[in-house]
């Protein structure tokens, strides 16, 4: 069985970030940062909602 990467907050923060801020695309920022859509997804999604909480 395949051992599951590892990411650092970091990492995530910054993949999220592509997206999110820089304008990337899902596709893209996979292939440039070697992750699934599916954890990447879940990271923009976080990202979102963290931002979203320290707003007022």
Do not use: H
Not at 17 to 30: A, E, K, R, T
Not at 34 to 53: C, I, N, S, Y
């Amino acid at each position: 069985m395949q051992e599951r990467k590892t990411y650092t907050r970091e990492f995530k923060q910054r993949a999220a970030s592509m997206v999110l801020d820089d304008n990337g695309s899902i596709p893209d920022v996979c292939a440039s940062m070697e992750v699934g859509p599916t954890a990447l997804r879940r990271w923009v999604d976080q990202v979102r909602k963290e931002r979203q909480k320290g707003q007022p």
